[in-house]
Each structure stands twice: as C-alpha cells, then as structure tokens.
C-alpha cells in the first residue's frame, strides 16, 4: 500500500488542489469543523467529524433548477445546468461515505435527478478511517466499519503516515495523480491500527443498539405506538437534526418571482416543518407527534422497505449532539422496540 | 437537589395538588438530557434529573401545557422565571393552573464547550473546585470549569426568582453582569468591523429555526415565516443577505420582551452568538427610555409599548450613528 508522511500532507493537498478544487475539513473559530474549499496552508481539522455533512457536496442546501423568462405572452425556459467541474473532498468519515449510497438510492434511481449525478460523476471521495470514535457515534449499528471506511479510496493514519488505498477506478485515478510524492508502506502495521480503532467501537456506549427488530415489515408494530406522544412531547420542530443530516433528502420545489423572470429552485425541507407536504388540501401531519413519527418512521420502516432493507441512517450522531432538546434515533429506537 | 425536587413533586402528585410534573429527564449520556412531563412517583424515580447538564428553559412549554385539564408543577430556575413572568404579561400561560417552584439556576454546563476542546468520548463529567474532570472513552480528562460552561450562563444577569409559589433552596440577589461588555465591544468597532463580524455569524445559519422554535418570546401560533401564504415564506435564502436579515428582524420583534435567557444561542447549532443582538436591543432600550428588564414584573408597561412625552426623538438613531 502506498504512503505519506504526514508532516508532507500540506505538499498532498497542494498537488491535488493544483490541478482540480480540493475540499477539506478545517477547524473554525469557534472549535467546529467545516469543509472549506483547499487554499495553501489551510490545517486538516483534528476533530472527528464536520458539523455539517458531506452530503452538501451533491445535495447543496438551495440550487437553481431552471429560469423562466416572460416577453409578452411567451415563456422562455432557461436551463442553468452546467457542467460540475472534478473536484475530490477528502477526510470523509465511514458514516457520511455510506450516506452517499443512500443518497444515490433516492436520486440515481429512475428517472436520474442530473444536477446530482452531474456533482456525483466530477467528485471524487476520500475517506479517512476513524481512529478516535466519539460516544455519540453509531455507524456499527448500520454494519458501517469506522476502521475501514467506503469510498473512491481510503486514507489510514498510523500517527505518522497517511496510507492511501484506491477502492474503484476513480480513486485508483487520485492516487496516481499525486503517485510522485507517495512511496511503499507496510501495510502490516494497518491492521493493528484498525484493531485498535475497532476495540474502541466495542466499548462505545451505543455498540450494541442493533436495528434487529426495525425494517420495512414493521409498519404494523411501530405507526400506531403510543411512545409517540412522549418521544415528540418536547419536540420544537426545527429542522436542525434534518438539515445536519447526511441522510435526510427531502426538498421543497419553489419559484421565485424576481420582478423579471422566475427563478425555479429546491431546497432542503424538513418533515419536521408545519407546511411539509402541504398540499391544495392542507397537511397532511397536524401535529408535531405526526411529523416527529414521519421522521423516525421514514429512516427505520419505509426507507428500508423500499430499499432492499437499507436504513436510513448511517449513525454519525450528529443529530445527538445538535438536537435542541436531546431527543433522537438512538432514544427513539430504544423507546419504541418490541422485540 | 434533585433528590429534594423528586420528593416535593411526589408529594404534590400525591396529595393531588398537581397532576404533572414538568422537568428534566435523563438521556443516553451524562449531557443529553430532555425536558419532559412526568406524570407518576415511578416516572420521577426512573428519569429526573437536575444537574449540571439542565440548562434548558421549560417556560415555553407552559404555553401549552397551561391550557390542559388539571395543574402542573413547574420547576423555574431564576432566569425562567422572568420568561415565565413575560409570558404572563403576555396572557400566554393560564397562571392558576401551574405551580411554581423556585430552584437555584446554573451556572450550567454544555457539552458542545466540552467537545471544543478536543475532548471526546464523554461518559461523564464532575466540578472539582473549578476544574472539570471528565470521564473519556480514553481516560480521565480535565479542562477549566468556567471553559464548559453554557454560553446562556457565562453573564448571569440574576440567582433572583421574580416568581414562585414556593421555593427550594435560598433566593438569590440580581447581579452587576458584565452582559453587556460583547455588546460594547461590537459598538467600538468601526461600521465596517461590525458589519463583517455580523457577516460572518450570521452566514453560518442553517435556516433550522431552532432560535425561533426555543425563544419564550416567539408564541405567535404561526409564524410569517412558516406561513406559505405570507409572500415572506422561505426556506431558502434568495440571496446571501436573508438570513441575516432573518436575525435581525426577529430580534426587532422580540426587542423589549426578550428576558435575555440565552437560550437562542445555547441551541443555535452553528453557534451564532444571537444573543448578542437581543442584548444590543436591552442595552439601546435601558439607556434611552430608563432601566428596564423584560419579565421583572408581569403588570408595567413595556418601554416600546409606552409613550411618555420625554421619550426621546427619533433623531436619536441619526445622532447615534454618526461615526
């Protein structure tokens, strides 16, 4: 396998950014990571995650999707479309790498939404193994591997070296643009970092919630639950757990008037907001118990029904530290189980 | 503390002075903890919590839970208590049908100030004459109590409960705070300083609402905001300013009624410090129509809701803003 050090990242990140746009998290002002656009000198964060995901790469929070210009009584329809150009974001954790291919269910199903396959085909995904789980993480949960993370390639840290290993053509195509600062490296010495990594998985509080008794058949058990009540009792409805959500893909469609033209564009929405779904009848969820349910029920019954069981949630944890009021998946699949 | 909170509302429950119980309840770690209605002694057993880690206000929920059947006990802390006090004032809560027990406040603790200091794995967490000492996945770690502390807590305004039916613990005195130090600082920056500090803040909002969704002081039914047929309903920025102008105009509205709890910035995900307008709002308030302190009381006459025939011109905001 091959290998750099790490005190030579800053010349890595240099040769990837000279001949495509690099993204990396890096450390804010206020302590929190965020993936910001490479520039020379710029400091991998040390934190183990962003606070927003990575799913902002594909599914940005508001896109344009078409104009429409009036003259008279015709319409022109403009397609803003534009070629995304390559770009690789690096550092992503096993949990937001395996929301990608959640993601890829709902939007490269038929009929393909473009604009996101357009950003999927030019990035190129660089994951970095975890080596400091935190107690909110839960990615074992969804059979994600945080000591051997998905993605076009993987990075490994042993504390001195990067180890970098191509999973498709499109990572093996990263590796051998920067080959010329990468030498061989034992990769022996991997195997006893990811047994680390994965000793610590076991001691995590959260390492034994099990989606067992969740999945697409549980529809009966679990809608008309009277936990409901009391799991959505304090429930704010903000959109925070939904919008710092790698999974969560649900967007509203909306046109702006902009006193010339009208501008089409989508944006998250959140099931967690009173006009979710409004339809020419009204909303269909009333009340904040039905929303909070929609949330739930969405991730760990209808998801996996129609994804061949997949769930929807990677177990990153964000949603446990951000949540206003500390309410989320872990409480409510262990409030909710009939085993 | 906790053990007397529990034993008093068992007390109340039984005797039927109240039906429930609204309080803290304990999570998965020793940080996440929810507000939560309790309606049994089991309950109160099983998942009460009052700790370091109880920082949320429960007054909102008063709104809405004021207007059930039967009577609720409520536990305020000193600075609830003026949000309680201001939502009476604003005929939003049914005062008889809630009993208010006054406990003693923070400072309280967030685990988000924790982890900013590259501590993680948190199993749990104890004050050792100022310093924090934390239990890790990876070991014992210790870090200045004052770094962990909420962000609502840092300039506590007031240990004085305005309100309560009865209490537990001393009553405090209001403080001399030095809340208003950030909001000066901001003011001695040049235009263009001030304008690229608030730039920069507010850009990092997510349009989560959690600011709005938690204030005491935002009870409107619906919010123009979440009103698709306001012609003002968005949830998407339509340029780079909106969200800033989101901020500012909620903190227009709530100017003169914000108790200044903090929890808007105790919530905010991005960790805007919002807070900061409402307090530029009570700092600009207390110095041109007199010292005044929303939810002191639950009878005055608000200073924005008053006219007095010295209040001053409106030539005040040109005189002030010259540079």
């Known amino acids: 396998m091959l290998k750099i050090s790490l005190d030579k990242l800053g010349k890595l990140f240099e040769a990837i950014s000279a001949s495509q746009t690099l993204y990396i998290p890096t450390d804010r002002e206020d302590g929190a990571a965020e993936y910001k656009k490479y520039e020379s000198g710029m400091k991998l964060s040390n934190n183990l995650n962003t606070l927003r995901s990575a799913k902002d790469f594909f599914f940005p929070q508001t896109e344009n999707l078409v104009d429409f210009k009036m003259e008279g009584k015709n319409i022109e329809v403009i397609d803003v479309r534009e070629e995304s150009e390559d770009f690789v974001i690096f550092g992503v954790r096993a949990c937001d790498a395996r929301s990608f291919t959640i993601l890829d269910k709902v939007f490269l199903a038929d009929p393909v939404d473009s604009y996101y396959k357009n950003r999927r085909d030019h990035g190129t995904v660089v994951t970095m193994a975890c080596t400091r789980p935190a107690e909110t993480c839960f990615c074992g949960t969804f059979g994600i591997d945080a000591a051997a993370p998905e993605g076009d390639a993987a990075c490994y840290s042993d504390g001195e070296s990067l180890f970098i290993e191509a999973h498709n053509e499109k990572g093996q195509k990263f590796i051998d643009s920067v080959a010329s600062l990468l030498e061989e490296g034992d990769a022996a010495k991997l195997d006893?970092?990811?047994?680390?990594?994965?000793?610590?998985?076991?001691?995590?509080?959260?390492?034994?919630?099990?989606?067992?008794?969740?999945?697409?058949?549980?529809?009966?058990?679990?809608?008309?639950?009277?936990?409901?009540?009391?799991?959505?009792?304090?429930?704010?409805?903000?959109?925070?757990?939904?919008?710092?959500?790698?999974?969560?893909?649900?967007?509203d469609i909306k046109d702006f008037n902009t006193g010339h033209g009208i501008k089409r564009f989508r944006c998250w929405d959140s099931c967690m907001y009173s006009d979710f779904t409004k339809m020419a009848h009204g909303n269909p969820r009333l009340t904040q118990l039905e929303r909070f349910r929609q949330r739930f029920m969405h991730k760990l019954v209808y998801f996996p029904a129609n994804n061949n069981g997949e769930f929807g949630c990677v177990g990153c944890g964000r949603c446990l530290s951000k949540c206003p009021i500390s309410m989320n998946i872990v409480k409510v699949m262990k409030a909710l189980e009939v085993k | 503390m906790q053990e007397a909170m529990i034993n008093r509302a068992k007390q109340l429950l039984a005797d039927g002075s109240v039906d429930r119980v609204i309080g803290w309840k304990r999570g998965e770690f020793v940080y996440d903890i929810t507000p939560a209605v309790f309606t049994s002694a089991e309950e109160l057993d099983a998942d009460f919590v009052y700790d370091d880690f109880t920082a949320a206000n429960v007054s909102k929920y008063l709104v809405k839970e004021s207007k059930k059947e039967g009577k609720i006990l409520a536990f305020l802390k000193p600075c609830d208590t003026y949000s309680f006090n201001q939502l009476i004032k604003e005929h939003r809560i049914v005062r008889e049908n809630i009993y208010v027990i006054g406990i003693p406040g923070g400072p309280k603790l967030d685990a988000e100030r924790i982890k900013a200091n590259g501590i993680t794995g948190i199993l749990g967490a104890k004050n050792d004459n100022g310093t924090l000492i934390i239990d890790t996945v990876y070991g014992e770690e210790k870090m200045p109590y004052y770094e962990a502390l909420s962000v609502k807590c840092l300039n506590c305004?007031?240990?004085?409960?305005?309100?309560?039916?009865?209490?537990?613990?001393?009553?405090?005195?209001?403080?001399?705070?030095?809340?208003?130090?950030?909001?000066?600082?901001?003011?001695?920056?040049?235009?263009?300083?001030?304008?690229?500090?608030?730039?920069?803040?507010?850009?990092?909002?997510?349009?989560?609402?959690?600011?709005?969704?938690?204030?005491?002081?935002?009870?409107?039914?619906?919010?123009?905001?979440?009103?698709?047929?306001?012609?003002?309903?968005?949830?998407?920025?339509?340029?780079?300013?909106?969200?800033?102008?989101?901020?500012?105009?909620?903190?227009?509205?709530?100017?003169?009624?914000?108790?200044?709890?903090?929890?808007?910035?105790?919530?905010?995900?991005?960790?805007?410090?919002?807070?900061?307008?409402?307090?530029?709002?009570?700092?600009?308030?207390?110095?041109?129509?007199?010292?005044?302190q929303a939810g002191e009381d639950t009878t005055s006459r608000a200073p924005l809701n008053d006219y007095k025939q010295d209040d001053c011109e409106a030539s005040i905001v040109h005189e002030r803003g010259v540079e």
């Not at chain 1, 008794?213 to 549980?218: A, E, L, P, R, S």
């Not at chain 2, 403080?175 to 901001?186: A, G, I, T």
């Not at chain 2, 935002?218 to 949830?235: A, H, I, L």
């Not at chain 2, 105790?266 to 409402?278: D, E, S």
């Open chain 1, 192 to 251: 006893e970092v990811r047994e680390k990594t994965r000793d610590i998985l076991k001691k995590l509080p959260l390492a034994n919630l099990t989606t067992d008794n969740f999945g697409g058949d549980k529809l009966n058990e679990y809608f008309n639950s009277d936990k409901w009540g009391e799991l959505s009792q304090s429930c704010l409805g903000c959109g925070t757990c939904t919008f710092v959500c790698p999974t969560c893909q649900c967007y």
């Open chain 2, 157 to 292: 305004k007031s240990k004085k409960h305005v309100v309560y039916d009865e209490l537990i613990g001393e009553d405090g005195d209001i403080l001399d705070s030095n809340r208003f130090d950030m909001v000066e600082k901001l003011e001695n920056m040049t235009a263009q300083e001030r304008y690229d500090f608030w730039r920069e803040q507010l850009s990092k909002c997510i349009r989560c609402n959690a600011c709005r969704n938690v204030c005491p002081a935002c009870t409107c039914e619906k919010c123009v905001f979440d009103n698709p047929d306001s012609g003002v309903e968005n949830k998407a920025a339509t340029d780079s300013f909106e969200e800033n102008m989101f901020h500012i105009i909620r903190a227009f509205h709530v100017a003169g009624r914000c108790t200044d709890c903090g929890e808007c910035s105790r919530v905010c995900p991005q960790n805007i410090p919002l807070h900061l307008l409402n307090r530029k709002f009570i700092k600009d308030i207390n110095s041109l129509y007199g010292d005044y």
